[in-house]
């Protein structure tokens, strides 16, 4: 599938700022409130106070939680003497832990040594438990419950205590995403927190293929995807401009279909152990990667690369250029099926999740009759190899089998393709290409991204239901969402950064947040508030005017330069504030808004008011 240059182709929170006060009258629910049942009350220390910027942070978090119930002035410090403790017997609950104890111990200076939980949870620190969670938690929740003297983190699985500790990390100062030693105090807000998805997939994918990424870049996005509660990672590794992974059987698919790029840079390719370390790096963040190869279409880089695999038995030249619907495939050939299924083989063998994605999309030079042939052939393969075929759209109508994952990239909200798929009792993966494609630009002015399926800035991205988006498919159809980012303009983790943030963290919130916390009012004000974490991680993220992005203390700032005027006219060193930062010009201008070009843009941003 490709970035699309050629294609024709109410949410109110449970504790939203203005309810904050409110709210902390139920202090009296949360666990060690009071003493239990047959037992003598201890004494103990009286609680710290907690401040507004503290309590703050159970009104900003992102995405929204199922249940928040705030404990009134009661705040838990981490210090130097802080111990995670964690459920014994359990490796996996104890990776959880160690990825707590690297968030911490940089920012904190502290040494926070990890040891098994006693039988009766401590009375002090932190406690990982794979037990005694609220039961609606499910298998990807988890209940957090803060107060003075503890922090206990409980779920039914390791993947709700990860989610967990992204809560944990948000209700921290942004400074704990710092990579240095930063001055205390660390206080978490007291709260029981009972928080569990909408959909059991949340999901961004990263396009490799028309721009090559190395591990780093991947890694970094994992990480990015991670703190969000996004689970899937799907990995676009193959299209015309470029083949990404060493498949040893057909090794010039990644030595000589990788040598390339789109604008025609030098591209590159994962080899087998690169590819294996991705994996793993996600999956210790419980983020399962999703391989894809496109077929039958986007294959310019292995038809480039074996002309067998042609009709003609004659190989194209790579190709750099963005134009999609031209190759395909030879259906007739047996050899073909051979290349695919020695592919899938190998791919199978290094990916542990129990998806591969075939792609299917844009066989614009595949007859219908081909088209149905190449996938009565292929989706057994798949099954052959012990996966599960996920496709775009297209390819469901090829199949009655409903454990084939129709991923919806359209840009209608009626298809009957995917209304009949989801009758049959086929699970659909949304990703409507104009609110949830990355790298769609915000508005005409972005530097980089395209347009084709129209411009979206933040609100477009957040004003819609995956649950109701399409006619026909209704919520108990619909496994999830996914944010695809397609890189035909994207060459850099900047670029990246630009693109994905903040709309990445909008598609997370849809995916995991109850549809009854929808509300957009609400929403930017949270959005708004990760900016500060966004700054301390180094995020070159789009400042949309849409958004109240948020000072470094917390709260929003007062600009005191004149506000940006669209009629006026304006030359280099003039001063204005827009969108909660000032902005300063470097040439002549008028009507070029600020925070929409980036850094190529006229207005140098001078940072939050």
């Not at 129709?406 to 909200?413: E, H, I, K, L, V």
């Not at 769609?440 to 649950?467: C, F, H, Q």
């Not at 204005?576 to 470097?586: D, L, R, S, Y």
């Amino acid at each position: 599938m490709t970035g699309r240059a050629g294609r024709t182709a109410r949410r109110g929170w449970a504790c939203p700022r203005r309810a904050l006060v409110a709210l902390t009258a139920t202090a009296g629910l949360l666990a060690g409130g009071t003493a239990a049942a047959g037992t003598s009350p201890t004494w103990a220390a009286p609680a710290p106070v907690a401040s507004t910027s503290t309590a703050q942070a159970l009104a900003d978090l992102v995405p929204a939680p199922v249940s928040v119930q705030p404990t009134a002035g009661v705040t838990h410090v981490l210090t130097a003497d802080t111990t995670i403790h964690v459920q014994p017997g359990s490796p996996a609950a104890r990776g959880v832990a160690d990825r707590l104890a690297e968030m911490l111990r940089p920012p904190t200076g502290f040494a926070l040594p990890i040891a098994d939980a006693p039988a009766t949870p401590p009375r002090a620190g932190i406690t990982l438990l794979l037990s005694g969670a609220d039961s609606r938690v499910g298998d990807q929740g988890y209940q957090l419950d803060v107060t003075a003297d503890t922090v206990v983190l409980r779920a039914r699985q390791p993947a709700g205590l990860f989610a967990g500790v992204q809560t944990l990390r948000q209700l921290l100062p942004p400074k704990v995403e710092s990579a240095t030693a930063q001055p205390g105090p660390w206080e978490l807000p007291g709260a029981r927190i009972v928080d569990h998805p909408r959909f059991a997939h949340r999901g961004a994918m990263l396009d490799v293929a028309r721009h090559f990424h190395p591990v780093a870049t991947v890694k970094r996005y994992v990480d990015q995807l991670a703190r969000y509660k996004v689970n899937y990672l799907h990995l676009h590794l193959t299209d015309d401009q470029g083949w990404r992974l060493m498949i040893d059987s057909w090794p010039r698919l990644a030595t000589y279909g990788g040598s390339t790029q789109v604008g025609g840079g030098p591209g590159g390719y994962y080899t087998k152990d690169q590819y294996r370390e991705i994996v793993a790096y996600a999956a210790a963040r419980h983020i399962t990667v999703i391989p894809e190869v496109d077929m039958p279409g986007h294959t310019n880089a292995a038809l480039a690369s074996y002309a067998e695999l042609n009709c003609s038995g004659e190989a194209p030249p790579l190709r750099t250029d963005i134009a999609v619907g031209y190759s395909s495939l030879c259906v007739g050939k047996e050899i073909t099926y051979r290349f695919v299924d020695d592919v899938l083989r190998e791919l199978a063998e290094l990916t542990p999740g129990p998806y591969l994605h075939i792609g299917g999309d844009e066989a614009q030079v595949t007859s219908p009759a081909d088209y149905q042939t190449f996938m009565d052939r292929v989706l057994p393969i798949v099954e052959k190899h012990g996966k599960r075929p996920m496709g775009w759209h297209e390819f469901v109508r090829t199949t009655t089998d409903t454990a084939a994952v129709p991923q919806y990239w359209g840009t209608t909200t009626s298809n009957s393709e995917v209304a009949d798929a989801a009758r049959r009792g086929h699970q659909v993966l949304m990703s409507p290409a104009n609110k949830a494609y990355l790298d769609m630009k915000y508005n005409p002015s972005t530097p980089i991204g395209l347009s084709w399926a129209g411009y979206i800035e933040v609100r477009d991205s957040y004003e819609w239901n995956p649950g109701s988006h399409v006619s026909g498919v209704p919520e108990s159809a619909v496994r999830g969402v996914e944010a695809p980012l397609w890189t035909e303009t994207v060459e850099t983790p900047a670029h990246l950064d630009y693109l994905a943030f903040p709309r990445l963290v909008v598609i997370a919130e849809l995916g995991w947040s109850p549809w009854s916390t929808h509300d957009w009012t609400s929403f930017r004000e949270r959005l708004g508030a990760q900016a500060p974490r966004w700054q301390r991680l180094g995020l070159e993220f789009y400042r949309s005017p849409q958004v109240p992005w948020r000072t470094g203390t917390g709260e929003p700032g007062r600009c005191t330069a004149p506000a940006w005027d669209g009629a006026a006219v304006y030359v280099g060193g003039d001063r204005v504030a827009h969108g909660g930062h000032h902005w300063t010009a470097k040439w002549w201008t008028r009507g070029e808004e600020p925070g929409t070009t980036g850094e190529w843009g006229v207005w140098r941003d001078e940072g939050f008011c």
